[in-house]
């Protein structure tokens, strides 16, 4: 089974500064793909980015971008420009045929925006 | 327009009793499944249908059901209900699962509390 690792529990950062969490995953495979989501204190699942593995370049999405990098099986999430709204618990996740298209989860990075 | 709806948002219960979690997607979607949440905020598959056929099974105590009535609906059963059913349930859908890169939809989540 596939494994998605988010080593940092809790990260800080201040209004307007930029934050990376990171998530790495154990995989065999060539074809997948990966997805980070927002989970604000609401509880609602939002998508915030995705990434074919067979693409080369980084998704980017407004002030979110990724860094993928496939040989070293990483995936982390860029913040820029960082506003209060983005305070929330955010989970990396993987997804392929071999997980019958299910989610795989990190068990998620909480993300604290100070002023 | 909610694209994923889940019923009740909150359900408080006892010990013992049997319970069901309804879900409908007006998505279209062909693929609908239940993730659980826990305690520690992390996110598990436990089933995944495709066109009312189930796919997933991951390990789930039998006292749990899955029902798909139409594809639009994938309602969850429990049964004798345990202390440690105590979580938020969430309902998802996406397309088919051949295109993997897209997206699912998440419902905002059941929170069950046991008794």
């Known amino acids: 089974a596939q494994t998605v690792t988010q080593s940092q529990p809790e990260m800080s950062v201040q209004e307007a500064e930029t934050v990376t969490l990171s998530c790495t995953y154990d995989t065999s495979e060539s074809d997948y793909y990966l997805f980070w989501y927002k989970q604000p204190p609401s509880r609602q699942m939002i998508l915030v980015i995705r990434q074919e593995a067979y693409k080369q370049q980084n998704a980017t999405e407004n002030r979110f971008s990724v860094n993928f990098q496939k040989a070293a099986k990483s995936f982390s999430l860029k913040i820029s420009d960082s506003q209060l709204g983005d305070a929330a618990m955010y989970f990396c996740a993987y997804r392929s045929a071999n997980s019958g298209y299910a989610l795989n989860f990190g068990k998620g990075t909480s993300l604290l925006v100070t002023p | 327009d909610t694209a994923v709806s889940q019923t009740p948002k909150y359900l408080v219960t006892q010990m013992g009793n049997d319970k069901s979690i309804k879900c409908e997607q007006n998505l279209g979607h062909d693929t609908m499944y239940w993730y659980k949440q826990d305690s520690k905020k992390f996110l598990k598959i436990m089933f995944s249908?495709?066109?009312?056929?189930?796919?997933i099974n991951e390990t789930v105590p039998n006292r749990f059901s899955p029902k798909s009535p139409d594809k639009a609906h994938l309602n969850l059963h429990i049964n004798s209900l345990e202390l440690g059913d105590s979580a938020v349930y969430f309902c998802?859908?996406?397309?088919?699962?051949?295109?993997?890169?897209?997206?699912?939809?998440f419902g905002d989540g059941t929170r069950l509390s046991i008794l």
């Open positions: 249908y495709n066109n009312k056929e189930l796919i």
């Open positions: 998802a859908s996406s397309e088919r699962g051949g295109l993997s890169n897209q997206p699912q939809h």
